[in-house]
């Protein structure tokens, strides 16, 4: 059997050691926690927090393709030559950025929010 050196010996301790340390840090607290002190001074703090739930389209590009697409054909039905192709594509910039607009603010509106209530323990 082969000796073990110290040197390893004090790595697998150490690596063993943060193991337990990362295991404490992600402790996670609940409600029923609110309040529990601790020997080092802290506690446990919960509070509202509003937070997002999952749309079909965050980033709306729905909205974005849409307003482009529909911008691009009515400047297509301004101006003649040269100017035509201007018109087309500052209508499709145009339309996509009120089309990500209107998307936005009808997600807004739906209220795709919902409040948490999130604990950790804070020190103080």
């Given at each position: 059997m082969k000796p073990i050196h110290a040197t390893t010996l004090l790595a697998a301790v150490a690596l063993a050691a943060s193991g337990v340390?990362?295991?404490q840090s992600t402790v996670l607290y609940g409600p029923e926690d609110e309040g529990r002190r601790f020997s080092d001074g802290s506690r446990v703090v919960c509070t509202d927090v509003e937070v997002r739930q999952a749309d079909s389209d965050p980033n709306r590009i729905g909205g974005t393709a849409a307003g482009a697409v529909i911008g691009g054909?009515?400047?297509r039905q301004v101006g003649g030559g040269?100017?035509?192709d201007i018109a087309t594509v500052g209508g499709a910039v145009a339309g996509?950025?009120?089309g990500r607009n209107v998307q936005g603010n009808r997600q807004e509106a739906r209220g795709d929010r919902v409040v948490e209530q999130r604990c950790e323990r804070v020190w103080r």
């Open positions: 340390v990362s295991a054909l009515v400047g040269s100017g035509r996509g950025v009120i």
